[in-house]
C-alpha cells in the first residue's frame, strides 16, 4: 500500500487561526483516487521544525505533499527548508521569474523584489506549474520520499493536486482501485440511537460503519474493499430500511440541492419568510440555486402558530407561488415553522429540549427543520414530525 501524508504549514494554521480546508479537500481527493491519506502534520513557521519534520517524514512516507510557505514574505519557508533538508543551495528558475514579471505586467502592474523568492527552488527539484497564482510548486526526492511542495491559496493548490501531482502519481504507481463509500445523512436522531441499531448489523470483511455528526445532521458511512461490493450493497439496504424515516439525502449531494433540484422538475417556485433563522434559509437555498420567488427578513415579534401559517399562506398568493416557507421568531425557547404547497398548509410550533447549544447551531437546526418539512411534502411523508431532542408542541394542518 502507498502511504501518503499531508504536511500543513504555518502558525495560522497551526495555532487554530484558520481553518484548514485544503487538507480535507486532498484527503477526499485521494481517498477517491485510491490513495487514501495515512497520516496529516501541522508545523508553525520554524525553519528547524520543518527541516526536521521533513527529514523524519521521508523516511517513512512514499509520497508526502507539502502544503503552504511559498509566498514572497519572511515566514514563507518551505522552499529555504526543503533545500536545507536535502543538502542543496537554493536556484533561480529563470523561466518561472520571467512568468511572474509577466504576470504582473499584464494587470499593470510592476513586481515588488520580494516576489523573486517565489522563483527559487531547491537545485534538486522539478518545478510545479501554477496556471493562477506566482507562487510555482516543486517536486523533488529526498529519501525513500516523493515530496510535493504545493501554494496555500485553495484555488492554487487544488489545480496543482488535479493538474500536476495526480498525473505524476498515476504515472509512477500502479494505483489500488479507490474503496467503495456508500453515505445517507440523517437529521433528528442522536448518534448514539442510530448507532445502537446498525451495530448488530454482519459486516463483510474489511468493510466499516462510520460516523460523523455535525450539529444538525449525522452522517452514515459504510467504507470498504470494491471487491465487496454486492455484499456492502446487501448490507445498505438493510441501513435504509432502518434509517428511512430521519434520511434526509444520500450521497454528497446536500438536502438544499435535493430541494432545488425536485422543486425545479415539478415547475415550481418558493418563497420564503424568516425570523429567527434571519436569512440564513435563503443563503442555503440560493446558493443551490433553488427556484425563489421572493425572500424576506422580519424583525422578530409574537405570533400565533395558526397566524404564521396564514400569512406564510397569503405570502404565496402574494408571490403568485404554490410554495412558501416560514420560520416565526424564538420566543421563550420555542420556535414556529410553516409551509405552504398546493395540498394544504402546515405548520408545527417546537421547543429545544435543552440549552447546550448556540445562537447559530439552533438557526442550523431550525433552517433543516424548515427544508425537511418540504423535503418530506415532496416526497409524500408526513410534514410534522418529531426531531430528537427538540419537542414538537403543537402541529395545524389547514
Given at each position: 500500500m502507498i502511504r501518503v501524508e499531508m504536511l500543513s504549514t504555518g502558525d495560522e494554521v497551526l495555532h487554530g487561526q484558520i481553518v484548514d480546508t485544503n487538507a480535507a479537500w486532498l484527503a477526499d481527493v485521494l481517498f477517491q483516487h485510491g490513495l487514501p491519506m495515512t497520516s496529516r502534520s501541522t508545523v508553525g513557521d520554524s525553519l528547524s521544525s520543518l527541516v526536521e519534520t521533513l527529514q523524519?517524514?521521508?523516511q517513512v512516507a512514499d509520497v508526502l505533499i507539502v502544503n503552504g510557505g511559498l509566498g514572497p514574505t519572511s515566514d514563507d519557508l518551505s522552499a529555504l527548508a526543503a533545500a536545507k533538508a536535502s543538502g542543496v543551495e537554493l536556484v533561480l528558475h529563470q523561466g518561472w521569474l520571467d512568468n511572474m514579471e509577466a504576470w504582473f505586467a499584464s494587470r499593470g502592474r510592476t513586481m515588488a523584489a520580494s516576489n523573486r523568492k517565489q522563483a527559487e527552488i531547491p537545485a534538486n527539484a522539478e518545478m510545479l506549474d501554477n496556471p493562477v497564482?506566482?507562487?510555482?510548486?516543486f517536486a523533488l526526492r529526498l529519501n525513500r520520499c516523493w515530496i510535493f511542495f504545493t501554494p496555500g491559496v485553495p484555488s492554487e493548490f487544488k489545480v496543482m493536486?488535479?493538474?500536476?501531482?495526480?498525473?505524476?502519481?498515476?504515472?509512477?504507481?500502479?494505483?489500488?482501485?479507490?474503496?467503495?463509500?456508500?453515505?445517507?445523512?440523517?437529521f433528528g436522531r442522536g448518534e448514539s440511537d442510530i448507532a445502537a441499531e446498525l451495530e448488530p448489523l454482519a459486516l463483510p470483511e474489511g468493510a466499516v460503519m462510520g460516523y460523523r455528526s455535525s450539529m444538525p445532521i449525522i452522517e452514515i458511512k459504510l467504507t470498504?474493499?470494491?471487491?465487496?461490493?454486492?455484499?456492502?450493497?446487501?448490507v445498505w439496504r438493510q441501513v435504509r430500511l432502518l434509517l428511512a424515516e430521519c434520511t434526509i439525502f444520500e450521497g454528497t449531494e446536500g438536502l438544499p440541492a435535493l430541494l432545488a433540484r425536485e422543486i425545479r422538475d415539478r415547475g415550481f417556485r418558493l418563497a420564503l419568510s424568516e425570523q429567527y433563522t434571519a436569512g440564513l434559509l435563503h443563503w442555503q437555498l440560493a446558493a443551490a440555486d433553488v427556484p425563489l420567488s421572493a425572500a424576506e427578513i422580519l424583525p422578530a415579534h409574537?405570533?400565533?402558530?395558526?397566524?404564521?401559517?396564514?400569512?406564510?399562506?397569503?405570502?404565496?398568493?402574494?408571490?403568485?407561488?404554490?410554495?412558501?416557507?416560514?420560520?416565526?421568531?424564538?420566543?421563550?425557547g420555542e420556535v414556529s415553522l410553516a409551509l405552504h404547497t398546493p395540498e394544504a398548509s402546515w405548520g408545527q410550533r417546537v421547543k429545544f429540549s435543552h440549552g447546550r447549544h448556540n445562537l447559530e447551531t439552533r438557526q442550523k437546526v431550525v433552517a433543516m427543520m424548515a427544508?425537511?418539512?418540504?423535503?418530506?411534502?415532496?416526497?409524500?411523508?408526513?410534514?410534522?414530525?418529531?426531531?430528537?431532542?427538540?419537542?414538537?408542541l403543537e402541529s395545524v394542518k389547514l
Amino acid at each position: 500500500m502507498i502511504r501518503v501524508e499531508m504536511l500543513s504549514t504555518g502558525d495560522e494554521v497551526l495555532h487554530g487561526q484558520i481553518v484548514d480546508t485544503n487538507a480535507a479537500w486532498l484527503a477526499d481527493v485521494l481517498f477517491q483516487h485510491g490513495l487514501p491519506m495515512t497520516s496529516r502534520s501541522t508545523v508553525g513557521d520554524s525553519l528547524s521544525s520543518l527541516v526536521e519534520t521533513l527529514q523524519a517524514r521521508s523516511q517513512v512516507a512514499d509520497v508526502l505533499i507539502v502544503n503552504g510557505g511559498l509566498g514572497p514574505t519572511s515566514d514563507d519557508l518551505s522552499a529555504l527548508a526543503a533545500a536545507k533538508a536535502s543538502g542543496v543551495e537554493l536556484v533561480l528558475h529563470q523561466g518561472w521569474l520571467d512568468n511572474m514579471e509577466a504576470w504582473f505586467a499584464s494587470r499593470g502592474r510592476t513586481m515588488a523584489a520580494s516576489n523573486r523568492k517565489q522563483a527559487e527552488i531547491p537545485a534538486n527539484a522539478e518545478m510545479l506549474d501554477n496556471p493562477v497564482g506566482t507562487a510555482c510548486g516543486f517536486a523533488l526526492r529526498l529519501n525513500r520520499c516523493w515530496i510535493f511542495f504545493t501554494p496555500g491559496v485553495p484555488s492554487e493548490f487544488k489545480v496543482m493536486v488535479e493538474q500536476q501531482i495526480l498525473p505524476r502519481l498515476k504515472q509512477q504507481f500502479e494505483l489500488p482501485e479507490p474503496p467503495l463509500c456508500l453515505r445517507l445523512t440523517t437529521f433528528g436522531r442522536g448518534e448514539s440511537d442510530i448507532a445502537a441499531e446498525l451495530e448488530p448489523l454482519a459486516l463483510p470483511e474489511g468493510a466499516v460503519m462510520g460516523y460523523r455528526s455535525s450539529m444538525p445532521i449525522i452522517e452514515i458511512k459504510l467504507t470498504g474493499p470494491a471487491s465487496q461490493r454486492v455484499a456492502m450493497e446487501q448490507v445498505w439496504r438493510q441501513v435504509r430500511l432502518l434509517l428511512a424515516e430521519c434520511t434526509i439525502f444520500e450521497g454528497t449531494e446536500g438536502l438544499p440541492a435535493l430541494l432545488a433540484r425536485e422543486i425545479r422538475d415539478r415547475g415550481f417556485r418558493l418563497a420564503l419568510s424568516e425570523q429567527y433563522t434571519a436569512g440564513l434559509l435563503h443563503w442555503q437555498l440560493a446558493a443551490a440555486d433553488v427556484p425563489l420567488s421572493a425572500a424576506e427578513i422580519l424583525p422578530a415579534h409574537e405570533e400565533e402558530l395558526e397566524a404564521l401559517v396564514q400569512r406564510t399562506r397569503a405570502l404565496a398568493a402574494h408571490q403568485g407561488t404554490v410554495l412558501a416557507l416560514s420560520t416565526g421568531a424564538l420566543t421563550e425557547g420555542e420556535v414556529s415553522l410553516a409551509l405552504h404547497t398546493p395540498e394544504a398548509s402546515w405548520g408545527q410550533r417546537v421547543k429545544f429540549s435543552h440549552g447546550r447549544h448556540n445562537l447559530e447551531t439552533r438557526q442550523k437546526v431550525v433552517a433543516m427543520m424548515a427544508m425537511n418539512m418540504l423535503r418530506r411534502w415532496l416526497h409524500g411523508s408526513e410534514v410534522s414530525t418529531g426531531h430528537g431532542w427538540i419537542d414538537v408542541l403543537e402541529s395545524v394542518k389547514l
